[in-house]
């Protein structure tokens, strides 16, 4: 009995460490803690599990990042330089923006990392996080990253152009940000669309390069726009011209009126008045007769409308007025476009 209580208490303290180490990020601060405390040679096993390929549990790129660190460093205290060297550059080839920090490490484990980065050419960039930008005051910025100095060449282009936009082209030794004014190569506003930013670069202390590449989404932020009025048609403005029909109804109204003049005279006419009203009607039909030729012969030689044709000028000026103040203020929108910025989901088209 006395046995059966001490293995349950033994059993009773495994069974809470077991469940302290079931994650990777559990073990990996386990680890950290006893490298703080200068307990290497607790701090190494945990380490090992979490890089070994037979650990049960997920192990994300920054975690075996982060062990690789502190293996390096728990070597380096114990004086296995070269070892130290290899898991430093285990942990600069799966992530080249990897550095140690200074308030944490000492000068001796920084020398061999700077080490390390001169042995390991790689360069990298950082995905682009969601960002809002306003290309008349602000810039997309980009992270990017040489392990030490090479030659490198930052292009941006639409995915599936083959015109490329070059942010940088130069010699670069470590970190790096670059900045894009959401402009292409021919200065125009980069249209919705998918971008990829491509990082290459020779190294000049290997005979080695390396290249890397993120894609991004970009959507346009516009107010909306206005449409321009329609031209005025026929029907929005006032007739400019006489028409033959016109003239022709001058001339018949004329003849109607002389041939009613002649008519009511001899309707009219009494043998009591001592006389003929014809003379009179004669008149009458005769000058009716004239003003309507006239009105004809008028119509004919000079068919424009004055009154109308100041009028309808004056319609179309309006008209071409409020169009030129409604392109003004699309055209100062567009202007202000905001460009929306997501990293794109996997990689390639």
Partial sequence: MKHLVLLLGLTGSVVPRLGAQSSTQDLLQQASAFYERLDVERALPLLRQIVSPNWPFE?????????????????????????????????????????????????????????????????????????????????LTFAV?????????????????????????????????????????DRHLAPPGRYELR???????????????IYFEIRHEVAPLEDTLPELTARDLLPEQFSRSAAT???????????????????????????????????????????GAV??????RHPDIPGNVVANAQRRAERAGQNAAIKGRNTAKTAATVLLVTPAAGVGP
């Fill in 59 to 139: 192990v994300t790129a920054a975690q075996r990042v982060d062990a690789y660190k502190y293996l390096g460093a728990c070597l380096a205290l114990v004086g296995k330089r070269d070892s130290a060297t290899v898991y430093f550059r285990a942990a600069i080839e799966r992530d080249p923006f990897a550095d140690l920090d200074p308030a944490v490490f000492t000068p001796a484990q920084l020398r061999l990392f700077g080490e390390a980065r001169r042995l390991t050419f790689a360069v990298a960039v950082r995905p682009v996080a969601p960002a809002r930008v306003d290309p008349r005051t602000e810039r």
């Fill in 145 to 185: 990253v040489t392990t030490h100095a090479g030659s490198v060449d930052i292009a941006l282009r639409a995915v599936g152009s083959d015109s490329a936009l070059s942010l940088f082209r130069g010699v670069n030794d470590g970190p790096r940000e670059v900045a894009w004014d959401g402009l292409l190569a």
């Fill in 199 to 213: 990082v290459t670069g020779n190294s000049q202390l290997l005979r080695r390069a390396d290249s890397a590449v």
């Fill in 249 to 291: 109804r001058d001339l018949l109204r004329g003849l109607v009126v002389a041939g009613a003049a002649l008519l009511i005279s001899d309707v009219l006419a009494s043998r009591h008045l001592g006389g003929s009203l014809k003379p009179g009607s004669a008149v009458i039909a005769g000058t009716a007769v004239v003003t």
């Fill in 295 to 300: 009105a004809f012969a008028g119509d004919r």
